[in-house]
């Protein structure tokens, strides 16, 4: 699942990508991947695109948040949740320090 994930967000040219694992840190996801888009609308399209790419991939998303406002949309998979932030709210929300980040090893960022 996290392999189709980044490839959705490579696909809509998503921006900082970070995963995190929160398995220790969580009882309600195991990992999450953060990303950022660098308008709403782009941040809009994105969540749809990966909650589509796993429609595809036969993964039905427990739900989607966000579409219509556009700073933050969230994709609930389950074991996975994706963030796609405008980079202001990123910023504010800081979920990389909120989780833990700094004791991360299985961080990854995309060009």
């Given at each position: 699942?996290?392999?189709?994930?980044?490839?959705?967000?490579?696909d809509?040219?998503?921006?900082?990508?970070?995963?995190?694992?929160?398995?220790n840190?969580?009882?309600?996801?195991?990992?999450?991947?953060?990303a950022?888009?660098?308008?709403?609308?782009?941040?809009?399209?994105?969540?749809?695109?990966?909650?589509?790419?796993?429609?595809?991939?036969?993964?039905?998303?427990?739900?989607?948040?966000?579409?219509?406002?556009?700073?933050?949309?969230?994709?609930?998979?389950?074991?996975?949740?994706?963030?796609?932030?405008?980079?202001?709210?990123?910023?504010?929300?800081?979920?990389?320090?909120?989780?833990?980040?700094?004791?991360?090893?299985?961080?990854?960022?995309?060009?």
């Open positions: 699942m996290i392999i189709a994930v980044r490839e959705a967000l490579d809509m040219k998503a921006r900082d990508i970070v995963e995190i694992d929160v398995t840190k969580s009882t309600v996801t195991d990992r999450m991947v953060i950022s888009g660098t308008s709403k609308r782009h941040v809009m399209s994105i969540g749809q695109h990966v909650q589509e790419e796993m429609k595809h991939k036969g993964l039905m998303p427990l739900g989607i948040e966000g579409l219509d406002t556009g700073e933050w949309v969230l994709v609930d998979l389950g074991d996975l949740v994706v963030h796609v932030m405008m980079p202001d709210a990123r910023s504010f929300y800081d979920l990389e320090k909120l989780w833990g980040f700094d004791d991360e090893v299985g961080q990854g960022a995309a060009q």
